[in-house]
């Protein structure tokens, strides 16, 4: 007879998860607190507007290439996948930064603010592309149980890199604030600050300048719904509106699940769900790691959200625009040093219906708008119009358009919310920060090591924040249930 997996949580760790165990021959099910699958990754739609309400991103797409891949599949098969151009956006007080689809184009445009730059960011990049073979091929698809994963020929050739920052490498090529700007932004997906991740992850870069950045036709979610079929295809069971209210163990091992309406038997328990969240469903002597550990730990930011219908085309925006016309070092030390609501924030803003209309009525426009603040904030109706009001006028004031007679609706997300929906640790969006001291081996463990066949998956566990990351950790858990299975028969 299969052996029985229940997991807690669909995003996407829990979904590849599901996808693997499935095809290793698990009898899978999973329970979903909300109504629709996706966590951190659902949709909203509203009056013929459709939102990401989470990721919004399409990075690294030979990860997503290689999970299809895995069970026979294209991309194609599920979405239409298309490259944009140009990639985004970068608006500073006095000039705008266009990031094309190519690095021909992305070099014209460095050359055009710093003559010469071209030159050292073709070599920045090469080396970004080395660190990103070795990353995808030889780290992020390690368990993070020893820190001897991280030992191999050619990470020993790239150790010193993981001592010095991004912002240190960056800063040593070029001397311009807004290509310093430009090449730190991507390492802001890692959840710190540039300068306190290590120079390694400039692969971020690489994917950034060198992969591109792409779009599901239909939006982020369109992703979720093909895991979804995917994993139906293969057997999963999946149940939504179903919370988990306890994970339950029996002498050191975990025996099941109990929901608000049945205790479920299960041979192996995996949580994708918020690591800190899940610990609490725990009785207290199986819990792994206490509320100090977390209290110390660096949190990728929160945010604050604003999904809003325009009643007209919007003009002078591309669909990713990064709004860095403020202060970059002010607002991080606002997040991660003195944390506060911030006094200038940069903010990003996404229009998806520029390159798919589908995602908008006719004549009408898709935005969402996120301003990157600290965890644990005071959240109220009145912080978030004053922050509404202050990024309103600041678009404006960049795009040289009036707007705020063209808004439909609006709905916001934040704090409170992440925590409501979510059940995320102090309400952050992006789980925990990709620091030296917080990588690898050093993030929270994949397996339990107070409970048998107790294991963990997401963004707070490795590889770390984003969702190729996600897709990598829940094949990586899988990996390891399947093996503990073998073990035990």
Not at 154 to 161: G, I, N, P, S, Y
Not at 205 to 214: C, I, K, Q, R
Not at 219 to 234: C, H, N, P, R, S
Not at 237 to 254: A, L
């Amino acid at each position: 007879m299969s052996k029985t997996v229940s997991i807690i949580g669909s995003g996407f760790s829990s979904l590849s998860a599901a996808c693997y165990l499935a095809k290793s021959g698990f009898k899978v099910t999973v329970f979903e607190k909300n109504k629709t699958v996706g966590g951190r990754a659902r949709q909203l739609r509203k009056d013929g507007f459709t939102f990401d309400i989470g990721p919004s991103w399409y990075w690294m797409p030979d990860i997503f290439d290689k999970f299809f891949a895995d069970f026979g599949k294209k991309t194609s098969d599920f979405y239409q996948l298309d490259k944009l151009s140009p990639a985004y956006k970068i608006f500073f007080s006095d000039d705008s930064i266009t990031i094309g689809d190519t690095m021909d184009k992305i070099c014209v445009e460095f050359d055009r603010i710093e003559p010469g730059s071209s030159q050292h960011l073709r070599k920045f990049i090469a080396d970004a592309q080395e660190n990103y073979s070795i990353a995808i091929d030889k780290v992020v698809l390690r368990p993070g149980l020893s820190p001897f994963e991280l030992v191999t020929k050619d990470t020993l050739l790239k150790v010193d890199q993981f001592f010095k920052t991004i912002s240190g490498e960056v800063r040593k090529k070029f001397k311009n604030p807004k290509l310093v700007s430009t090449l730190e932004f991507p390492v802001l997906f890692l959840g710190a600050k540039p300068s306190k991740t290590p120079s390694f992850y400039s692969f971020m870069n690489f994917a950034d300048f060198g992969l591109g950045t792409w779009h599901p036709k239909g939006g982020m979610y369109e992703i979720i719904k093909a895991m979804e079929a995917l994993a139906i295809e293969l057997g999963v069971t999946i149940n939504t509106e179903k919370p988990v209210r306890k994970i339950r163990v029996e002498n050191g091992k975990v025996t099941g699940i109990t929901t608000d309406a049945q205790s479920i038997n299960s041979d192996y328990v995996l949580s994708g769900a918020d690591y800190h969240h899940s610990e609490t469903l725990l009785d207290q002597q199986y819990r792994q790691y206490s509320e100090q550990y977390w209290t110390k730990k660096t949190f990728a930011p929160s945010s604050l959200l604003f999904y809003i219908g325009f009643n007209k085309r919007l003009i002078n925006i591309e669909h990713h625009n990064l709004f860095f016309d403020t202060d970059f070092q002010k607002h991080a030390e606002e997040i991660y040093d003195d944390p506060k609501w911030p006094s200038d924030p940069l903010f990003y803003a996404n229009f998806p219906s520029v390159t798919d209309e589908s995602m908008s009525p006719e004549g009408c426009e898709t935005g969402f708008f996120l301003v990157p603040i600290a965890p644990a904030l005071e959240d109220t109706p009145q912080l978030r119009q004053q922050y509404f009001d202050l990024i309103m006028t600041r678009f404006q004031e960049r795009t040289g358009q009036k707007i705020e007679n063209n808004i439909i609706f609006k709905e916001s997300f934040c704090v409170n919310d992440f925590i409501e929906e979510y059940n995320s640790y102090k309400g952050n969006a992006y789980g925990m920060a990709n620091t030296l001291l917080q990588t690898a081996f050093l993030r929270p463990k994949l397996r339990s090591k107070k409970v048998k066949n107790l294991f963990f998956t997401g963004q707070l566990t490795v590889p770390g924040p984003g969702v190729p990351p996600s897709l990598i950790s829940g094949k990586l858990v899988s990996e390891l249930i399947a093996k503990a299975n073998s073990k035990q028969i």
